[in-house]
């Protein structure tokens, strides 16, 4: 994420933020990025939003650099998507219709789901206190403009713990927060 919160487009275009490919403008240095490392470490499940998961899907399924990830479950939380649209050979996917079946299953759910792009979704998770940890990469830019985690609306407090941080040459700083309960 950009240090104002913006999370739109860092690899890109696609969803047409004028600054899109902001992640490509900094210096790539690998243990800036070995947070995905360690995510993928602890982590027992993926969630995506619909978007996220039609973007991510078809390319992750076939990446050597994503190999991983093809035999964890997979949770795409979509009130549109139909299970024949599902990419085939990405193992277990499951769709989620609403905020009440994501609760249900991080009361049953055996560890730690992470969330990949997402940003709509996130937001909507952060806001029914459905998160309990964040995981964040924040680049040294200001964009002003695009989507974030992190809602406006006016909420109670939520407290965070630092849990890990990080800083690199680049610029790009790992901070790790539990959401204080």
């Not at 900094?26 to 243990?31: A, R, S």
């Not at 609760?103 to 206190?129: C, N, Q, T, V, Y």
């Not at 713990?161 to 204080?180: F, P, Q, T």
Request: no cysteine.
């Amino acid at each position: 994420m950009s240090v104002d919160g913006v999370v739109d487009s860092p690899g890109g275009t696609v969803e047409g933020h004028r600054s899109g490919g902001w992640v490509l403008g900094t210096e790539v240095l690998p243990e800036a990025f070995s947070l995905k490392d360690e995510e993928l470490a602890e982590t027992t499940a993926l969630m995506f939003g619909r978007r996220s998961y039609a973007a991510f899907a078809p390319i992750w399924r076939d990446s050597p650099d994503h190999a991983a990830y093809r035999d964890l479950p997979k949770y795409v939380v979509s009130t549109t998507l139909d299970t024949d649209t599902l990419v085939d050979g990405w193992g277990e996917i499951t769709i989620l219709r609403s905020s009440e079946e994501i609760a249900e299953l991080k009361r049953s759910a055996g560890g730690p789901i992470f969330i990949h792009g997402s940003a709509e979704l996130a937001r909507r998770l952060s806001e029914a206190d459905l998160i309990d940890r964040y995981h964040l990469l924040v680049f040294p830019v200001l964009l002003a403009a695009g989507k974030s985690v992190f809602g406006r609306a006016d909420r109670d407090r939520q407290n965070l713990r630092l849990r890990n941080s990080a800083v690199y040459s680049n610029g790009v700083v790992k901070l790790i927060y539990d959401v204080a309960h």
